[in-house]
């Protein structure tokens, strides 16, 4: 059984900065793709960003020159969001796409205050 749990959020003030972490748990062999989703207050989920096995990444065009997606240990992959704005105000999901199922986590609220 993947399960995927994400740490990181909260409350921040306009300008700040967070780091998202997710930890990877389970037996798997290796992963094709993992990625942060968000879910903002229109309750809309959008893609933010992925990375894929070959480190290859991807990220939603507003957001594209500020966050960074990166793994870090084996099984741990990170968002990093500098001068957050109130629009980044959202639940962040992280998602593992492996073997051709794709497990999400419980998400990790953030709320950007101006």
């Known amino acids: 059984q993947v399960q995927l749990v994400e740490s990181g959020g909260g409350l921040v003030q306009a300008g700040e900065s967070l780091t998202l972490s997710c930890v990877l748990s389970?037996?798997?062999?290796?992963?094709?793709?993992l990625g942060w989703y968000r879910r903002g207050p229109g309750d809309r989920l959008e893609l933010v960003a992925i990375?894929?096995?070959?480190?290859?990444t991807h990220y939603k065009d507003s957001v594209k020159g500020r966050f960074t997606i990166s793994r870090g240990e084996a099984k741990k992959v990170n968002l990093h969001i500098p001068r957050l704005n109130p629009e980044d105000t959202a639940v962040y999901f992280c998602?593992?796409?492996?073997?051709?199922?794709?497990?999400w986590g419980q998400g990790t609220q953030v709320i950007v205050s101006s």
């Open positions: 998602t593992a796409d492996i073997d051709r199922t794709q497990y």
């Open positions: 990375i894929n096995k070959d480190g290859t």
């Open positions: 389970g037996s798997f062999a290796s992963f094709n793709v």
